[in-house]
T-cell receptor, first 113, second 113 residues
Framework: SAVISQKPSRDICQRGTSLTIQCQVDSQVTMMFWYRQQPGQSLTLIATANQGSEATYESGFVIDKFPISRPNLTFSTLTVSNMSPEDSSIYLC??????????FGPGTRLLVL | EDQVTQSPEALRLQEGESSSLNCSYTVSGLRGLFWYRQDPGKGPEFLFTLYSAGEEKEKERLKATLTKKESFLHITAPKPEDSATYLCAVRGNSGGSNYKLTFGKGTLLTVNP
């Protein structure tokens, strides 16, 4: 399975600011995904990031709030824009592996004050 | 819309006391059912993928089984290091290039020595 790293591992931010989260994979992958894990809730897919094309967003998530970049096959970023306390969550990137399996990074723990 | 319900929400066992975790699902055409383990402060760690009813997979003290409506994660003679949150997810045949996994809320397993 791929080795996935995320930066930062955690952050505390003020409302109204933006944070960019980086996801780095140790091998080339075609599909990367961004999930959110809110306290007491299920992991929820935000968007699918494909290299060379626009990200595909799930219902309830919009590009203006969560812009995503995918400049190459080993890297992606997710920006959480104009943050509010409701954005406090764990943000996880994942990659598609063998058949349907997805492998996850360690997550970024975000607290918005 | 795919749905996953995990039970119980929390389970406390004594070391060596075997038990099972349940994952009930509804999905339009199952492409895969996934079990993950998540330790505090970490991302989900992949355990198993099951593709069709009747399939079983084992890894150390864990055994995952699948029917058309639910999956069980059997834990035999658990040890304290098995303490974690166990997540179940499904990928349905929703079409297109969407590889979305739908997760349950997880079962928090605590194994006391």
């Amino acid at each position: 399975s791929a080795v996935i790293s995320q930066k930062p591992s955690r952050d505390i931010c003020q409302r109204g600011t933006s944070l960019t989260i980086q996801c780095q994979v140790d091998s080339q992958v075609t599909m990367m995904f961004w999930y959110r894990q809110q306290p007491g809730q299920s992991l929820t897919l935000i968007a699918t990031a494909n290299q060379g094309s626009e990200a595909t967003y799930e219902s309830g998530f919009v590009i203006d709030k969560f812009p995503i970049s995918r400049p190459n096959l080993t890297f992606s970023t997710l920006t959480v824009s104009n943050m509010s306390p409701e954005d406090s969550s764990i943000y996880l990137c994942s990659v598609r592996g063998y058949q349907e399996t997805q492998y996850f990074g360690p997550g970024t723990r975000l607290l918005v004050l | 819309e795919d749905q996953v319900t995990q039970s119980p929400e929390a389970l406390r066992l004594q070391e060596g006391e075997s038990s099972s975790l349940n994952c009930s699902y509804t999905v339009s055409g199952l492409r895969g059912l996934f079990w993950y383990r998540q330790d505090p402060g970490k991302g989900p760690e992949f355990l198993f993928t099951l593709y069709s009813a009747g399939e079983e997979k084992e890894k150390e003290r864990l055994k995952a089984t699948l029917t058309k409506k639910e999956s069980f994660l059997h834990i035999t003679a658990p040890k304290p290091e098995d303490s974690a949150t166990y997540l179940c997810a499904v990928r349905g045949n929703s079409g297109g290039s969407n590889y979305k996994l739908t997760f349950g809320k997880g079962t928090l397993l605590t194994v006391n020595p």
